[in-house]
C-alpha cells in the first residue's frame, strides 16, 4: 500500500506542476485578494473538482471517454474556445492588489474555478488517461491509497499556490509584476488552446 501512495503522489504531482489556466487562476486568487482566506472559496472548488475527476478516473470513466472519439472531440472542442476566452480575460485584466473582493466575490470564483478544471481538456485527459490507467495494477485497497494520495497532492498543491500568490501580492503593492504575470499565463493559456485545436484537427483528418 506504501507503494501505491507513493506512486500516486508523484503521478499526481508530475501531472499537475506544468503552468496552466487552473494553477494561473488560483495563483491569481491568492494575490489578489486583500486576505488569503477570501481565495478559499477557488483553492477548495479546484480541489473538489480534481477530487471528483480523479475519483472517476480510478473508478473506470476513463476506458469509457477514451474510447470515444466524439467525445474526446467534444472536449477538445469546448475546453479550445473556453481557454481562448480565459486567456482574453487575463490579458484584458488590470489586476489591483486588495480589490478583487469587489470583482470576484465568491460565488464568481467557484463557477471560474469550476470551469477551468472541468472544461480544461488536458487536467481531463490527465487525469482520466494517466491517473486511471495508473490505478489498473492495484487491487482495491492499494487503490485507495494510490487514490488518496493523488488527491491529497491537488489539495497541497492548489492551497500552496494561493499562499504564494499572496506572498507576491503582498511584495508587489502596485501589481507591477502581477500584470506581467497575467500577460504570460495569457499567452501561455492561448498556447495550449492552439494545441487543442491542433488535436481536433488530427482527429478528424
Known amino acids: 500500500m506504501v507503494e501505491a501512495f507513493v506512486h500516486g503522489f508523484v503521478l499526481a504531482f508530475g501531472l499537475i506542476l506544468p503552468l496552466g489556466p487552473q494553477n494561473v487562476f488560483i495563483f491569481n486568487q491568492g494575490a489578489l485578494q486583500p486576505r488569503l482566506i477570501k481565495a478559499w ?26 474510447a470515444l472519439t466524439w467525445l ?29 473582493a469587489e470583482t470576484l466575490s ?15 481538456p488536458h487536467a481531463i485527459l490527465d487525469t482520466i488517461g494517466v491517473i486511471g490507467t495508473g490505478s489498473l495494477a492495484y487491487d482495491w485497497g492499494e487503490k485507495m491509497m494510490y487514490t488518496v494520495a493523488c488527491v491529497a497532492v491537488s ?10 500568490g499572496r506572498a507576491l501580492g503582498r511584495i508587489d503593492r502596485d ?4 500584470n506581467v504575470v497575467n500577460k504570460i499565463s495569457a499567452l501561455i493559456i492561448w498556447g495550449v488552446a492552439v494545441y487543442f485545436l491542433r488535436q481536433i484537427t488530427a482527429i478528424l483528418i
Open 155 to 164: 489539495w497541497l498543491w492548489f492551497a500552496g499556490l494561493a499562499i504564494a
Open 106 to 120: 465568491p460565488w464568481k470564483q467557484i463557477s471560474f474555478a469550476a470551469s477551468v478544471s472541468l472544461l480544461n
Open 72 to 100: 474526446k472531440t467534444a472536449i477538445f472542442a469546448i475546453g479550445f474556445i473556453f481557454l481562448i476566452y480565459m486567456g482574453w480575460s487575463i490579458w484584458q485584466s488590470r489586476p489591483s492588489v486588495g480589490q478583487a
Open 41 to 66: 472559496p477557488a483553492v477548495v472548488t479546484a480541489s473538489l473538482c480534481d477530487t471528483i475527476l480523479i475519483t472517476l478516473a480510478v473508478l473506470g470513466v476513463s476506458v469509457v471517454v477514451l
Open 175 to 178: 501589481s507591477r509584476w502581477l
